[in-house]
C-alpha cells in the first residue's frame, strides 16, 4: 500500500474530522499524486515552488499545513523516519484580511433568525464559544457546568482538552433548552444521534445569504469570536489561544482580523 493509499484509508475512517475537512485533505492528496510528487525532501520542494507560480500564498500555506499534518501521520505509524515536509520552508506573506470580514456583534444577530431552535442555539454557543464545529456537534450534557457557567471540550483538534467559560445569557439559553435533560449530547436528533451536519450548515448559509447577502460558514464565527476578544475585550493572544485550543499562538494570531476599512481610509487621506 502507498502513503497514498494509507493516507486516503486513514482520513475515510478519523472519527473526528468533518466531511469538508475530509474532503479538502484528500483533494490535497489527489494533486500531489497527479503531479507524482513522493514523500521525500526534494521532491515535495520542487512541488511548493511550483506551487508559487500557480496559486495563491494563502492556498500554498493552507496546503503546507495540511501535508506538515499528514507527514506526522505517516512518522507515527512508521512509515517514515521523519517528517520530510518540515525541512520545507513554508512561504511568508503578509497582508491585510478580507474586508468582506463580519464581527461578532453582526453576526449572532443573523444567526438568531434561524427558525430550527436546535440549529440557532448550536450556532449561538459557537459563537460566544469559539468551539469548532465537530467540537460543539460532540458535547454531551455531563460536558456541560451550568452552576459554574463553563463547558468541558473533550474532543478537541490534536487531542487536545479545555474549559471555556459561559456568559451568563447563553447559559440561561442552554439549560432552559435541556428541560432538565442530564444525559446524550447537547445538540441531537429526536433519536438522540448528533445533529446533521449538512442540514445545520445549510440553515447557518440561508439566514447568511437572506440578511448579510453572503454565505456564512461556522469557522467564521470562530474568526469573529476571537476578534472580537483582542480588539474589544481587549485579552491578549496567549488567553485567546487557550480557549480556542490553538496549539501555537501563531495560528491564533492568523484568526485576528484587522480592521481593513479603518486603514483604507486612512491611506485614502493620505494620497488625498
Same mark, same amino acid.
Given at each position: 500500500?502507498?502513503?497514498?493509499?494509507?493516507?486516503?484509508?486513514?482520513?475515510?475512517?478519523?472519527?473526528?474530522?468533518?466531511?469538508?475537512?475530509?474532503?479538502?485533505?484528500?483533494?490535497? @492528496? /489527489?494533486?500531489?499524486?497527479?503531479? $507524482?510528487?513522493?514523500?521525500? %525532501?526534494?521532491?515535495? *520542494? !520542487?512541488?511548493?515552488?511550483?506551487?508559487?507560480?500557480?496559486?495563491?500564498?494563502?492556498?500554498? @500555506? /493552507?496546503?503546507?499545513?495540511?501535508? $506538515?499534518?499528514?507527514?506526522? %501521520?505517516?512518522?507515527? *505509524? !512508521?512509515?517514515?523516519?521523519?517528517?520530510?515536509?518540515?525541512?520545507?520552508?513554508?512561504?511568508?506573506?503578509?497582508?491585510?484580511?478580507?474586508?468582506?470580514?463580519?464581527?461578532?456583534?453582526?453576526?449572532?444577530?443573523?444567526?438568531?433568525?434561524?427558525?430550527?431552535?436546535?440549529?440557532?442555539?448550536?450556532?449561538?454557543?459557537?459563537?460566544?464559544?469559539?468551539?469548532?464545529?465537530?467540537?460543539?456537534?460532540?458535547?454531551?450534557?455531563?460536558?456541560?457546568?451550568?452552576?459554574?457557567?463553563?463547558?468541558?471540550?473533550?474532543?478537541?483538534?490534536?487531542?487536545?482538552?479545555?474549559?471555556?467559560?459561559?456568559?451568563?445569557?447563553?447559559?440561561?439559553?442552554?439549560?432552559?433548552?435541556?428541560?432538565?435533560?442530564?444525559?446524550?449530547?447537547?445538540?441531537?436528533?429526536?433519536?438522540?444521534?448528533?445533529?446533521?451536519?449538512?442540514?445545520?450548515?445549510?440553515?447557518?448559509?440561508?439566514?447568511?445569504?437572506?440578511?448579510?447577502?453572503?454565505?456564512?460558514?461556522?469557522?467564521?464565527?470562530?474568526?469573529?469570536?476571537?476578534?472580537?476578544?483582542?480588539?474589544?475585550?481587549?485579552?491578549?493572544?496567549?488567553?485567546?489561544?487557550?480557549?480556542?485550543?490553538?496549539?501555537?499562538?501563531?495560528?491564533?494570531?492568523?484568526?485576528?482580523?484587522?480592521?481593513?476599512?479603518?486603514?483604507?481610509?486612512?491611506?485614502?487621506?493620505?494620497?488625498?
Amino acid at each position: 500500500m502507498t502513503h497514498y493509499d494509507y493516507l486516503d484509508q486513514y482520513l475515510v475512517m478519523h472519527p473526528s474530522y468533518s466531511f469538508e475537512t475530509i474532503k479538502a485533505y484528500r483533494s490535497d @492528496l /489527489r494533486q500531489m499524486r497527479r503531479y $507524482h510528487v513522493d514523500w521525500s %525532501v526534494a521532491s515535495l *520542494r !520542487r512541488y511548493f515552488d511550483w506551487m508559487k507560480l500557480h496559486y495563491k500564498p494563502s492556498t500554498i @500555506l /493552507r496546503r503546507y499545513h495540511v501535508l $506538515h499534518r499528514l507527514g506526522n %501521520v505517516l512518522v507515527e *505509524r !512508521r512509515r517514515l523516519k521523519t517528517n520530510p515536509v518540515a525541512a520545507i520552508r513554508p512561504i511568508v506573506h503578509q497582508r491585510l484580511q478580507d474586508e468582506t470580514y463580519h464581527d461578532s456583534e453582526e453576526l449572532i444577530p443573523v444567526i438568531r433568525q434561524i427558525q430550527d431552535p436546535t440549529y440557532r442555539l448550536f450556532f449561538e454557543v459557537l459563537s460566544q464559544t469559539g468551539l469548532r464545529f465537530m467540537e460543539a456537534r460532540l458535547l454531551s450534557v455531563q460536558d456541560l457546568d451550568l452552576m459554574k457557567g463553563e463547558l468541558y471540550v473533550r474532543y478537541g483538534k490534536g487531542g487536545r482538552t479545555r474549559t471555556v467559560p459561559i456568559g451568563e445569557t447563553l447559559r440561561e439559553k442552554i439549560r432552559l433548552f435541556l428541560v432538565g435533560r442530564t444525559t446524550g449530547y447537547v445538540f441531537q436528533s429526536v433519536t438522540g444521534r448528533k445533529i446533521n451536519e449538512h442540514a445545520a450548515r445549510r440553515a447557518l448559509r440561508e439566514v447568511g445569504f437572506t440578511y448579510l447577502g453572503r454565505h456564512v460558514r461556522p469557522h467564521m464565527l470562530r474568526i469573529a469570536y476571537a476578534t472580537y476578544l483582542y480588539q474589544q475585550a481587549g485579552l491578549k493572544l496567549l488567553e485567546i489561544q487557550r480557549l480556542l485550543g490553538h496549539a501555537s499562538i501563531s495560528t491564533t494570531e492568523g484568526y485576528i482580523r484587522s480592521q481593513t476599512s479603518h486603514v483604507r481610509n486612512v491611506l485614502n487621506r493620505l494620497s488625498a
